[in-house]
Nanobody
């Protein structure tokens, strides 16, 4: 069973950058679609970005396209979310997600993913 542990959240000023990390254990990541979701207070959880198991497909929420990047380090069992030009509306708890999949596909649908991290808080404020 793949387990995910999120880290790297914190307080950052508007316009700043932050990199979130997700450590995977229990399985290798190279056969998993991976992604990041977030949930702001009083709002539903939403998909932010994802990448297919072979890296040939990525999907972005319109609100983060051009600012957020997802990457994976399969050898070290890590997933990263690089966030640039952060805005106050990016404030949320961020979750790393994964699903074992034999094809190069990912979606931003909550129900698609079977494995979730515990979440890490990101606050964008001056």
């Amino acid at each position: 069973q793949l387990q995910l542990v999120d880290s790297g959240g914190g307080l950052v000023q508007p316009g700043g950058s932050l990199r979130l990390s997700c450590a995977a254990s229990g399985w290798t990541l190279d056969s998993y679609a991976i992604g990041w979701f977030r949930q702001a207070p009083g709002k539903e959880r939403e998909g932010v970005i994802c990448i297919g198991s072979r890296g040939g497909m990525t999907n972005y929420a319109a609100s983060v396209k051009g600012r957020f990047t997802i990457s994976r380090d399969t050898a070290n069992h890590m997933v990263y979310l690089q966030m640039n030009s952060l805005k106050p509306e990016d404030t949320a708890v961020y979750y790393c997600v994964a699903r074992r999949l034999g094809i190069d596909l990912c979606t931003l649908s909550t129900g698609f993913y079977t494995n979730w991290g515990q979440g890490t808080q990101v606050t964008v404020s001056s």
